[in-house]
């Protein structure tokens, strides 16, 4: 008989989110953060700076590490999803293995958006097996989504995040004064993800951003009330990650919204953002809850008026009820066989279904077609022109 060994263990997993405002400021300590109580083990660091996030901090980045007097290298990186690419990580890695980062008490420091956090995050990872990192997100999306989870990725393929790891970073630093110099559309994009957590388990999140998500947008998040929804949003995703952050359990409320969406953020000309392929598949999402009655009409509306408030996209000219079907059948692929698809229950729950159809999805987005014509111009003829229907149906509503 041959000898067969099982090894079990288990890898505790302790990371840090923490706000912290003006952080090029030499005065605040919280970028040389070592995940350690006392006080800096060594004075190394790798800084990875996303390119354009350098042409307007650079000088106050080099300012600060040489008035704490860290030996640093900082790369900074041009990246988009074009080169969110292996070829990419292995640029960060060249660094970290020219700048010989010692395994433990050197963490990386990666100051960007979503696409440059996941590289240095995968870089990270794979350098040594593994070396601690830490996240200074620059746009909105990164405040509430990217940089608080566990996951690394990069584009392969042409398949978006094809190739990625769960590696959490030693810490998340947020600081909003950042966001200042953001795109309307950035911060849009941003308050899609936020709207997802909003939709599915905190009511009075939404109602926070119904009454501020337009100063949210006007001010780049430098209005007093920025910081609170961010950090309810920050809190109810990290609830949920906490409790599933391998994604074992694949029924995923995070998930909203994230349905029909890689398909759309793959295939939509003009391209649709991250947060704004969300915002359609949310759209799609409430009107197919209102059609199982899960939701009121009203609900509906306010939902709508919200998005439309902060710019965010109904539906885009690519969204045929065939794609979306195509789209969900990849995703359920994705899911293990089955839907797992999210549909809010009011607003601030949610549950899942396993059984949208066809039919459904067209009739959905009929109805959407109906209220936003221009945003479903060139969608299909076969669907706005036979959705009589369903304009009796929403008018009367
Ligand atoms: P991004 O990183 O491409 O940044 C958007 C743009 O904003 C870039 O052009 C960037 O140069 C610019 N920018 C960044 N900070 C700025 C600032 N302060 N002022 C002005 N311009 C600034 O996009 P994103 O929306 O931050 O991130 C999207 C990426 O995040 C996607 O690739 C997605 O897959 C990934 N993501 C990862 C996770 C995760 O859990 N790891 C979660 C959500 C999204």
Sequence with gaps: MSAKWSVKTQLP??????ESFDLFNPENNALLFD??????????????VDDYVERLHGERIHQYFQYHEIEYRLLSLSVSE???SMDTVFQVVEELNAFEVSRRSEPVIAI???VLMDIVGLAANLFRRGIPYIRVPTTLLGVVDAAIGAKTAVNFQGHKNRIGTFYPPLAAILDTTLL????DRQISNGIAEILKIALVK????FELLEKHGAAMLSSKCQNPEAVPIIRRSVQGMLEDLESNLWEEKLERLVDYGHTFCPTLELKAVPKL???????VDMAISVMLAYQRSLVTYQEVERVYNFMRSVRLPLLHPICTPELLYAALQSTTKHRNGLQRFPLTVGIGAAQFFHDITYEEIKTAVKAIAQLEPDAARQTSPDTLLNGGDLC??????
């Design 392 to 397: 009796t149906q929403v008018s009367s509503l």
């Design 273 to 279: 953002l991250h947060g704004e392929a969300v915002a």
């Design 82 to 84: 074009d080169n969110k």
């Design 35 to 48: 995940g350690q109580n006392s006080s800096l083990q060594s004075l190394r660091r790798v800084v990875v």
């Design 112 to 114: 960007g958006g979503g």
């Design 13 to 18: 997993v302790h990371y840090t989110v923490f």
């Design 202 to 205: 905190d009511a009075e999140l």
């Design 180 to 183: 200042q110099t953001l795109s």
